[in-house]
């Protein structure tokens, strides 16, 4: 992805959970993917995705049960 994708990812991401502490990182030798982060804690993969002209992100997080608790 490139840097205007994250930075736009990342003011979005910070408006929806009204968190300032969320980035979108550059994943090391993956163009159709970036990190998303709180603070210094991986939280999940965004996931670029274009079809038929139309383009649209998948935001992926891993639940632990252990994190339930």
């Known amino acids: 992805m490139k840097p205007e994708e994250l930075?736009?990812?990342t003011k979005y991401l910070r408006q929806v959970f009204n968190n300032p502490a969320i980035?979108?990182?550059k994943r090391p030798q993956?163009?159709?993917s970036a990190e998303v982060y709180?603070?210094?804690d991986f939280t999940g993969v965004i996931f670029?995705?274009?079809e038929d002209g139309e383009?649209?992100?998948n935001?992926?997080?891993a639940i632990l049960?252990?994190?339930l608790e």
């Open 23 to 25: 980035s979108v990182r």
């Open 38 to 40: 709180i603070g210094d």
């Open 65 to 67: 049960d252990i994190d």
């Open 30 to 32: 993956k163009n159709d």
């Open 55 to 57: 383009l649209s992100y």
């Open 7 to 9: 930075a736009k990812l």
């Open 59 to 61: 935001f992926s997080m």
């Open 48 to 50: 670029r995705d274009e």
